[in-house]
Nanobody, 122 residues
């Protein structure tokens, strides 16, 4: 499975941004999907995950209530709607796919995109 993220950019604090991740080369609906991020000098961290059908979601406490993960299996795409962005949300955001039902753990994801930069200015 190949994953390609898009939608990153430079925004101001309080703005919104939607990331997309398009998948190809596999049966999209067989995979649960996750978003992770890595800020400069920090380890990669879990952001959000969604199960195969889109009915079950998990979020990191730091983004709960501000970010929404969704998927469109007909378009082979997963989204991350980010509202009320904060400077601490600045990071490279990665989408990932796993055959595990749903996971918050990076090592359980088999496929990763190249990432898209999100920068939030204060």
């Amino acid at each position: 499975v190949q994953l390609v993220e898009s939608g990153g950019g430079l925004v101001q604090a309080g703005d919104s941004l939607t990331l997309s991740c398009a998948a190809s080369g596999g049966t999209f609906s067989m995979y649960s999907l996750g978003w992770f991020r890595q800020a400069p000098g920090k380890e990669r961290e879990f952001v959000a995950a969604i199960d195969r059908r889109g009915g079950f979601r998990r979020y990191a406490d730091s983004v709960k209530g501000r970010f929404t993960i969704s998927r469109d299996n007909a378009k082979n795409t997963v989204y991350l709607q980010m509202n009320s962005l904060k400077p601490e949300d600045t990071a490279v955001y990665y989408c990932a796919a796993t055959t595990v039902l749903i996971s918050l753990l990076g090592p359980q994801y088999e496929y990763w995109g190249q990432g898209t930069q999100v920068t939030v200015s204060s």
